[in-house]
């Protein structure tokens, strides 16, 4: 015979059961987000000097708009290319599994297109334009970071600042294609710009933290064709995780190897005061532009995710 203690212990368990269940079905927690973008041809700022660039972008900033979402949340998403440009876009996110040919097709100016998708993994995601020849489109600017943040926060250690770095290839003629094809870059970018975070270099800025933060960067390698191997000179990270995904954790890394196209998030807890350069330590991107520097003090401020986009300098 059972005995009550044992009763009670099966309801326990169907109600847990009906209760998993139902979530299931009607996720508490999920949202869903209208996100809206717009093609847009337009100069950028690309250099401390003021040089600008005939860049292709979305919303008119390189890298595009962090779109940030939760895992579980739905996106409809919608591009825009106005009757004003001059090419067809596109728009693919990697943190969506759906159809390529029919939601990732490009559209002509004066045309939009629309699509839905769950952001069902977290992590951190690359976002691009497909158009062909889409080694140009990147290259120009097309691209951008999906932050999909796990569902569960205490999946992994909270951060005390947030950052999001996406690197990129420069090419100084923005059509001559077959330098891309060759792989001639002429300069490394972070955030769409050369030495934008370099605070010894002309218009230069930095990335701010305090001693002891956890401080988090959501790292996306746009290429088109270069891998980068994103290190912390003077740091070691305290944990890398691949995709982003709060799962896939790895400790005490000196570089970590982000292919064109992927993306990783770094943790770094910088002890004592200093600059600590973030670097590609592929030596020739770094040394010409791919160098951040965290500068670690106690007035550090608070910042935006991605901050100096666009970059806009001084008047002179
Ligand atoms: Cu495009």
């Known amino acids: 015979?059972?005995?009550?203690?044992?009763?009670?212990?099966?309801?326990?368990?169907?109600?847990?059961?009906?209760?998993?269940?139902?979530?299931?079905?009607?996720?508490?927690?999920?949202?869903?987000?209208?996100?809206?973008?717009?093609?847009?041809?337009?100069?950028?700022?690309?250099?401390?000097?003021?040089e600008?660039?005939?860049?292709?972008?979305?919303?008119?900033?390189?890298?595009?708009?962090?779109?940030?979402?939760?895992?579980?949340?739905t996106i409809n998403f919608t591009l825009t290319n106005p009757a004003t440009n001059k090419n067809p876009h596109a728009m693919d996110f990697h943190a969506a599994e759906i159809d390529?040919?029919?939601?990732?097709?490009?559209?002509?100016?004066?045309?939009?297109?629309?699509?839905?998708?769950?952001?069902?993994?977290?992590?951190?995601f690359f976002y691009h334009c497909g158009a062909p020849p889409m080694i140009q489109?990147?290259?120009?600017?097309?691209?951008?970071?999906?932050?999909?943040?796990p569902k569960n926060a205490k999946a992994w250690a909270k951060a005390d600042r947030e950052y999001v770095l996406v690197q990129s290839?420069?090419?100084?003629?923005?059509?001559?294609?077959?330098?891309?094809f060759d792989r001639k870059y002429d300069?490394?970018?972070?955030?769409?710009?050369?030495?934008?975070?370099?605070?010894?270099?002309?218009?230069?800025?930095?990335?701010?933290?305090?001693?002891?933060?956890r401080v988090r960067i959501y790292f996306v390698n746009a290429g088109p064709n270069e891998f980068s191997s994103f290190h912390p000179i003077g740091e070691i990270w305290d944990n890398v995780y691949e995709s982003g995904n709060p799962t896939n954790k790895l400790n005490g890394v000196q570089t970590y190897v982000v292919g064109p196209g992927s993306a990783a998030t770094f943790d770094?807890?910088?002890e004592s005061a200093?600059?600590?350069?973030?670097?590609?330590?592929?030596?020739?991107?770094?040394?010409?532009?791919?160098?951040?520097?965290?500068?670690?003090?106690?007035?550090?401020?608070?910042?935006?995710?991605m901050p100096m986009v666009p970059w806009v300098l001084p008047a002179k």
Do not use: C
Request: hydrophobic share 45%; no cysteine; net charge positive.
């Open 268 to 270: 770094v807890v910088v």
């Open 187 to 213: 300069n490394m970018l972070f955030n769409g710009g050369i030495f934008k975070y370099h605070p010894f270099v002309t218009g230069g800025g930095k990335l701010d933290a305090k001693p002891g933060e």
């Open 100 to 124: 390529f040919l029919k939601n990732y097709r490009a559209v002509n100016a004066g045309e939009t297109i629309s699509y839905t998708f769950v952001a069902k993994k977290p992590g951190i």
């Open 169 to 180: 290839e420069f090419f100084k003629n923005p059509d001559d294609v077959q330098a891309m």
């Open 1 to 50: 015979m059972q005995s009550s203690k044992h009763h009670y212990g099966t309801r326990a368990i169907l109600t847990g059961l009906l209760v998993g269940g139902l979530a299931l079905s009607a996720p508490a927690w999920a949202k869903t987000h209208n996100i809206a973008m717009t093609a847009v041809e337009t100069d950028i700022v690309v250099e401390g000097s003021g």
């Open 274 to 305: 200093g600059a600590y350069p973030l670097v590609t330590h592929s030596l020739t991107g770094a040394l010409r532009g791919a160098i951040a520097v965290l500068l670690v003090g106690p007035d550090a401020k608070p910042a935006p995710l």
């Open 52 to 73: 600008k660039y005939a860049a292709w972008t979305f919303d008119g900033t390189v890298p595009g708009p962090v779109v940030r979402v939760t895992e579980g949340d």
């Open 137 to 149: 489109h990147v290259a120009r600017g097309m691209f951008g970071a999906i932050i999909v943040d």
